[in-house]
């Protein structure tokens, strides 16, 4: 390969098909970065074909294991034939932006990683159709998911989140973030906020859905903002199509995820299998 060597770590049958780790040297990271990979039984069964994708973005201090080794989503990814690539998070805590600030800029760059370097070297080297692909995120990951699905209209089918980080701009903790990785002007900011792009979404039409447990502590806290972006998707209808769902009793954790992790399969599945 010309632009990154990837290195298999492992291999590890489950549900009849296959999960990989693979390790790399990010360019536009400058460090060296490990994602998963599940290829589904169907593609072990005939070698010649290429099968739908599933990305999925974790939240702020996960890695690449978390999501696919506590979610239970393999199995039903098996059942419909869908892949599915979970990148680590590292750098951590990165808000899946690209860093201007100078102490930062060098290797905080994980809205190119994940919108860019990561879906060519998959698009590259494993049978799946990047005209079938979907993404999807909790948390820090569910803002990175939707903010890169309206900022490269077309490049997914669906997104869906677990508690998602809807309005950065307007949570004290991703504000202080953005401020260290972008500058203090908030003008800075809009084009990695969920809400404000919605506001002003104009462009290929495009199907989310999202989750929330009501007893989520960073939601009582104020740093998500699920209603801000309810709010801005009004203004988008034509182009935006918005499920959103809140469960009593829930919290921000992967006990919440697993419990409802076949509905965010299932709502892809529809997209990327039609």
Known sequence: MSDSSLTKISASLCHGGYVYKYEHDSIVLGCKMRFNIFL???????????VPVLYFLSGLTCNEDNMITKSGAIEHL??????LVTPDTSPRAGYYLDATTEKWKKHYNM???????????????????????SIFGHSMGGHGAIMVALRNPGMFKSVSAFAPMCHPSESVTSKNAFTEYLGPNPEDWVKYDSTELALNYQDHPISIFLDQGSE????KEGNLH??????????SKKYIQLE????PGYDHGYWFIQ????????????????
């Open 259 to 274: 419990t409802f992790i076949k509905d965010h399969i299932d709502f892809h599945a529809k997209f990327l299998k039609n």
């Open 78 to 83: 098996a059942n419909e034939g869908i892949a």
């Open 226 to 235: 699920p209603d801000h972006f309810v709010s801005a998707v009004e203004n």
């Open 244 to 247: 959103t769902r809140v469960h």
């Open 216 to 219: 989520d502590n960073f939601l």
């Open 40 to 50: 589904p039984p169907c593609f072990h069964l005939d070698t010649k074909t290429t």
């Open 111 to 133: 809205y190119s990683y994940v919108s860019k370097e990561l879906p060519e070297l998959v698009y590259k080297n494993f049978p799946v159709d990047p005209q079938r692909a």
